[in-house]
């Protein structure tokens, strides 16, 4: 074993470093919940844009802004991590990074003039590339921290942890500003404070709970070189892999595939609430409950995912959960304009319904159940997949490249989303290209193989 395979399990991994690394997906994903999926970004189409179809293209190029950033610099900066060792203090500096960005997002006031709805949305992109990149680093932890036979597990109960942060999130938003006449610290509903203190919220949360993590979780072993040093090697490191990406054959499909897929199954978790609140007019409430049954049924879906992971194998999971999604995806494609599944005529909302009244909704509503029960496994088994795949030796590096995976065509399925919901005057024919990108990525992923590749670490 090399030296720097021995400085992976140096530090030890105790059961509360186990526990503090699944916190660290508790810590992050409110972020995801509140900001860029249920509350915030169907709020800033709605209110900050006022209009719900410019509002889904203006939120389409925000992430693909974040995506192209994250896909030219994640792989360099996870391999300049493995040149250096330590983890935590990139997660920290991300993490602060996101933090701040988050909380400024409590000045998305309604009906903003261009300069504010520019601001917004260059915090929403700096936000998002701030915690994708701790995320990164988080991740290339995970081979250090548990043998092959466990990852599904940890994976799993962490992804799930998160979810369940998640929900929590949400109910918090429902119960303490959201259902309340007079919300939590007196905040203003006419002013939409309601909807903009997840900014902060999400902000304070993250910043509290990544603790158990920085303080428990067993680092990496410094190699001793300095930053300049570490950042020279690494990047040396990283154009060496990619230019014997032909070496890791089976890895480098499994990359590409993932970043297929995983595009589309970013995109209908990320405008999954838009399309709700543009079709069926949801507020808050029922976003929130929407976002509820999703992440419940998510957690479900990881905490199993995980037990299925380490018996059945990662690829078997991602097929299943992959093929899931894309059916999901169909029948959500399919609600609209008083119809479901395409052939039938439902009822749709209108303006004095009672909450959840109609059929389209109903429909839209179990079809969720099953998007957060396949969604969960999707993710976990993804991120076990990889760790099982590459040599442990390597796992910053290719994780930076995982998070390539994840971002290289993340820019593309919501700038398509925009361009097509623009183009068409629809968000029914906008969301429907992520079936474009989730049965092109299952395709591909069927060709890889569940083996890890030994090679000596690149010079």
């Not at 548990?146 to 799993?156: F, I």
């Not at 969604?375 to 442990?392: D, K």
Request: neutral net charge; contains cysteine.
């Amino acid at each position: 074993m090399s030296d720097t395979a021995n400085q992976l399990t140096a530090g030890g991994s105790t059961r509360a470093g186990r526990f503090g690394w699944a916190m660290f997906d508790w810590a992050n994903q409110p972020y995801f919940t509140v900001v860029t999926t249920f509350i915030f970004a169907p709020y800033f189409t709605s209110h900050v844009v006022g209009d719900p179809i410019l509002g889904q293209s203006y939120w389409g190029y925000t992430q693909a802004a974040a995506g192209i950033v994250i896909a030219v610099l994640a792989p360099f900066l996870g391999a300049i991590a493995d040149a250096g060792g330590p983890r935590k203090p990139w997660i920290t500096i991300f993490a602060v990074i996101c933090i701040v960005a988050s909380a400024g997002l409590w000045f998305a006031t309604p009906a903003a003039d261009a300069t504010l709805l520019v601001t917004v949305m260059v915090l929403v992109v700096i936000g998002t590339i701030g915690i994708e990149f701790s995320i990164v680093f988080n991740n290339a932890m995970l081979p250090s921290l548990v043998g092959d036979d466990k990852m599904g597990n940890l994976s799993g109960f962490a992804w799930g942890l998160g979810y369940v942060g998640g929900l929590i999130a949400l109910l918090v938003v429902l119960a303490g500003f959201s259902l309340p006449e007079v919300p939590l610290f007196g905040l203003d509903k006419s002013a939409h404070e309601h909807d903009r203190m997840v900014g902060p919220m999400s902000a304070i949360w993250f910043a509290i709970f990544i603790l158990p993590m920085l303080i428990y979780t067993p680092d990496i072993v410094t190699t001793g070189l300095d930053r300049r040093a570490a950042i020279g090697q690494g990047i040396r490191t990283l154009l060496g892999t990619l230019r014997r990406l032909p070496r890791y054959r089976n890895v480098a499909l499994y990359l590409v595939s993932r970043m297929i897929y995983y595009d589309g199954q970013s995109a209908i978790f990320a405008f999954g609430g838009v399309y709700a609140a543009g079709i069926f007019g949801w507020g808050t409430t029922e976003l929130g409950l929407f976002g509820i049954i999703i992440l419940v049924f998510a957690a479900i879906g990881c905490f199993a995912g995980g037990w299925l992971d380490d018996r059945i194998g990662s690829k078997p999971t991602i097929v299943v959960a992959v093929s899931g999604l894309f059916f999901c995806t169909l029948a959500v494609v399919s609600i609209g304009d008083g119809q479901a599944l395409f052939f039938f005529t439902v009822s749709m909302p209108t303006a004095d319904s009672a909450l959840f009244a109609s059929t389209a909704e109903r429909i839209f509503l179990v079809v969720s159940i099953f998007l957060g029960i396949f969604g969960g496994p999707a993710q976990s088994a993804s991120r076990t997949l990889l760790a099982r795949l590459v040599p442990r030796q390597s796992a910053g590096r290719f994780f930076g490249l995982y998070a390539l995976s994840g971002k290289a065509t993340s820019f593309m399925a919501p700038l398509a989303i925009g361009v097509m919901t623009a183009m068409f005057d629809s968000q029914r024919v906008g969301i429907a290209i992520i079936l474009v990108f989730l049965g092109v990525g299952l395709l591909l992923f069927l060709g890889v193989r569940e083996e890890r590749t030994e090679e000596p670490e690149l010079p």
